[in-house]
């Protein structure tokens, strides 16, 4: 498939990343030429200096052959234009438009996205509000990715002290009606990716990551997790669109709200914005004393949305310290998710980008996928890649296919149904198999799905 990436910022940078290991042709546009010569060092792709809004740009790059058009630019205006430009020049197109700013498309006007040749917008601070919404809501939860398939999830959770997985093994789980229903896939203890095997025993703090239908990986966690308490006050850091998103989904659920913003412009806009009750704080989001003024030493959940991460992360240990039940931080730095792993104060990271970029990955369809989602928190991958005649796994049963070490098979998608990668249940031909593991464990999983007269 050929497709088209308007933009090399960090989206554009992991979507073009993810496209390569599917054998794609990419085409990478942007205006700066040092980034895109920068990335043709690392990355399998063509690359054109230029305006991707322009028909000239577009008739230069080949838009007349190409299947798909990303435009993730930083510029809103320039990703609607580029999207119909690009269906002008070539009807089949499929277009997928980043939008930063939601009111382009307000709900009372008639036209739409789809009007103007935008097949699929994704707004990043509605899809990363999607995430922090749901670990808000559950205490222990880390985080869920969701993946293509509908209903087809990974879900990371905390054992706390008196739950009845610590100290269970898997060969003697007291549940296995459950694990009939789902694959625990990972154990992140301290920094440290585990990939439980038989004897492994579940540990106080440790966080769980399962796979499986939503509504059974919900079952589990109900059931593994205690003092499930629901939210009634929360406080976020910072006035900006995602903080406003979190802060009206959690006003519709009845949860009071309390915003800190140092700047003053920012804080009156806030008011301005949020009707319903949430109280606005003037202050210095990183201080103490506004901390505690806002009430974050006895609030059930706070976020940090500002704008720097590293006060995002000063602010988040400093509210835990404080006494915040749950403590989530907004961070963009790729090195600084990896730090925040390992630090146990912070009970979440989410990022608007990765948010964005799982849900470009879901809406791109084809049978030789390789990247299925990319985790918030831990240092992990997850892969979905189809069964191919003849390749190493095809018509064996799991327990007799050969996985590495530090991978495991999470989930079958067979069609719209989901099966837990278990037991007795055997590879088909055209089964997309999801995959958790490590980097270098990953890139070993990709043989398994080779056919054998290619590699031996």
Known sequence: MKVIILGAGEVGKGLAATLCLENNDVV???????????????????????????????????????QLLVAVSNLDEVNILACGMAKQLNSDIRTVARVGNKDYFPDKLEISHKDLGIDHMVIPQVECKSAVME???????????????????????????????VGAQLFNFPRKDLLEKVRICAIWRRGRLIIPRGKERFNNYDEIYVAGDKKYTDDLTEWATVDESTVSHAVIAGANA???????????????????EPDRKLAEEALDKIAGGMTVINADATSGDALQEAGADRCDAFVSI?????????????????????????????????????MESIDCCFSSRIAA???????????????????????????????????????????????PEDAVFAMILRGNVIIPAIGNEVFQTGDRVVMMGTAQAMR?????FVKKSLFG
């Not at 546009?29 to 200096?49: A, C, F, P």
């Not at 985080?143 to 739950?163: K, M």
């Not at 799982?358 to 990319?374: E, F, P, Q, V, W």
């Not at 070993?444 to 398994?448: H, V």
């Open 28 to 66: 990478m546009v942007d205006t700066d030429e040092k980034i895109l010569e920068d990335l043709s060092e690392t990355l399998d792709i063509m690359t054109y200096t230029g305006n991707g809004a322009w028909p000239s740009t577009l008739n230069a790059i080949g838009v007349q052959d190409a």
């Open 135 to 165: 670990v808000i809501q559950r205490p222990t939860l880390k985080e869920v990715v969701h993946l293509s398939s509908p209903g087809a999830v990974i879900c990371g959770f905390q054992l706390n002290p008196g739950s009845p997985m």
């Open 242 to 260: 995602l903080a406003f998103e979190v802060a009206e989904e959690l006003l519709k659920n009845g949860v009071n709200v309390t915003l800190v």
């Open 306 to 342: 500002l704008p720097q991460d590293e006060n995002n992360v000063l602010s988040t240990l400093m509210a835990k310290r404080l006494g915040a039940k749950k403590v989530i931080a907004i961070i963009n730095k790729p090195d600084y998710r990896e730090i925040i792993s390992s």
């Open 357 to 403: 970029l799982n849900s470009i990955i879901n809406l791109i369809k084809g049978t030789d996928r390789r990247i299925g989602a990319m985790l918030h928190r831990i240092s992990a991958e997850i892969f979905d890649m189809t069964v191919v005649p003849k390749c190493p796994i095809a018509d064996k049963a799991i327990r007799d296919s050969t996985c």
């Open 444 to 448: 070993e999983s990709e043989k398994l």
